[in-house]
């Protein structure tokens, strides 16, 4: 079954700078790679996805990149804020329109100091 | 997007009890949902898949004499944990996906069980 690394587990950066979280996934048949930020007691809130069809994908200042053929994908934040803080988990999924689950990274707790 | 309503969103019961948590999809009908189960600071692991009208498919080590999941409808799906203890204590989410052959899957907001 698939398998999905995350790093790093914790990541603090000054407001201003940038982040970044980089996810290895282990089944090639995955193609569908979102991430989710979540907050304290919370559920997930999908914040950005990338199909395996793109290389890149950019939203104000969030961008998720792919490579296919390394088999990883990162979530780049520019210009972080305080409200940027909590924990963002990477996913990988084959086939989602079928049903297929979502298999969760091990999550990223991004604190952002001001 | 889309919208998941789970309740309740904390529940405090006595070891050996059931409860019940209903998660629904608002504005869209999910064929399928997840139900997730998440430690602290840890990450979510999927419990099951349920689909609806259907026997839902759990994942290896989870009981489902224990976890018991009703999927109705094509916007409600249940998570009843039989006989609760202790070590069921933990934070569950549930999640849809919208009919249709959608990608994108939306979460609940958890319920946070606590078994004294």
């Known amino acids: 079954g698939e398998n999905v690394e995350q790093h790093p587990s914790t990541l603090s950066v000054q407001e201003g700078d940038s982040a970044v979280i980089k996810c290895t996934y282990s089944?090639?048949?995955?193609?569908?790679f979102p991430w989710y930020k979540q907050e304290l007691g919370k559920g997930p809130q999908l914040i950005i996805d990338i199909r395996s069809n793109v290389g890149e994908k950019k939203d104000q200042r969030i961008a998720v990149t792919l490579n296919k053929t390394a088999k990883h994908f990162s979530l780049h934040i520019t210009e972080t804020q305080p409200e940027d803080s909590a924990v963002y988990f990477c996913?990988?999924?084959?086939?989602?329109?079928?049903?297929?689950?979502?298999?969760f990274g091990k999550g990223t707790t991004l604190s952002v100091s001001s | 997007g889309a919208v998941v309503s789970q309740h309740p969103s904390r529940v405090i019961c006595k070891s050996g009890t059931s409860v019940k948590i209903e998660c629904r999809s608002l504005d869209f009908q999910a064929t399928t949902m997840f139900w997730y189960r998440q430690f602290p600071k840890q990450s979510l692991m999927l419990m099951a898949t349920s689909n609806e009208g259907s026997k839902a498919t759990y994942e290896q080590g989870v009981e489902k004499d224990k976890f018991l999941i009703n999927h109705a409808s094509l916007t409600l799906s249940t998570l009843t944990v039989t006989s609760a203890h202790p070590e069921d204590s933990s934070f569950y989410i549930c999640?849809?996906?919208?009919?249709?052959?959608?990608?994108?899957?939306?979460f609940g907001s958890g319920t946070q069980l606590s078994v004294l």
């Open positions: 999640s849809a996906r919208s009919a249709g052959g959608q990608e994108k899957l939306f």
């Open positions: 089944d090639s048949a995955s193609n569908y």
């Open positions: 996913a990988a999924s084959a086939q989602p329109q079928a049903g297929t689950a979502l298999i």
